[in-house]
């Protein structure tokens, strides 16, 4: 098993769930989350607009969580650097929406954040095999990027295991990162296929307790990594 993988499941609570009135307030309710992550939709690479970098940057000052930022946007070359500017932590851009995406990884580490790829639901994996070093992430996405609350997609998975045997074999450091449809039903089968982070966004947001559901998220994924 790679030595650098965390030594526990990571949760990275989704404020595409929260009450977007009181974010400050919804990003320091989920207590021990390692990332909180930010979903960036322009409308345009995605049927959905969300928010911006000003909602970022009024974030950053709210919370001492990481921010995990999720572009799901067209021209990342343009406007991923300025996320890594403001201080997020890992900024993550589609595959389909660059014909660059090792320069765009460039510009985002020297803006001083990890860079990570992320892959649609239908998009290959094998025509990327050969860059993923140069990220330090991967997002498999397990649902349709552009809206919260879809079903989980069990057939992603296989991505998963397909990118865990060659960190695990120690031919690649990457950090492997899923999203959509991550709750208590569907977040052990993410964990056994060899994820490391789990995003998940109504099933924190929705809950009584936001901090308890991640814990208890934690503690399911943890169980059944193995």
Not at 71 to 92: C, F, K, Q, S
Not at 169 to 196: F, H, K, W, Y
Request: net charge negative; glycine share 8%; aromatic share 6%.
């Amino acid at each position: 098993m790679s030595s650098d993988r965390p030594a526990q499941p990571m949760i990275a609570p989704s404020i595409l769930s929260a009450d977007f009135a009181n974010l400050a307030a919804e990003a320091n309710s989920v207590g021990d989350s390692d990332w909180l992550h930010v979903d960036v939709m322009d409308a345009h690479f995605v049927p959905n607009l969300t928010l911006g970098l000003p909602v970022v940057q009024s974030l950053l000052k709210a919370t001492e969580i990481p921010i995990d930022c999720h572009l799901m946007i067209e021209d990342p070359a343009r406007w991923a650097p300025p996320y890594a500017e403001a201080g997020a932590h890992n900024v993550t851009f589609h595959a389909e929406a660059t014909d660059d995406p090792i320069a765009v990884a460039k510009d985002i580490r020297a803006a001083g954040a990890k860079a990570g790829l992320s892959l649609k639901p239908g998009t290959d994996l094998e025509p990327y095999l050969e860059i993923l070093a140069e990220f330090d992430t991967l997002l498999v996405m397990s649902v349709e990027p552009g809206f919260g609350g879809q079903s989980f997609m069990p057939e992603v998975l296989e991505k998963v295991r397909t990118i865990r045997r060659r960190i695990d074999s120690g031919a690649l450091r990457l950090l492997v990162e899923i999203d959509g449809g991550i709750n208590a039903d569907t977040i052990e089968q993410a964990a056994e296929a060899g994820v490391d982070c789990f995003v998940a966004g109504s099933a924190v947001y929705g809950a009584a307790d936001p901090a308890l559901a991640v814990s208890k998220l934690r503690a399911q994924a943890l169980a059944a990594r193995g």
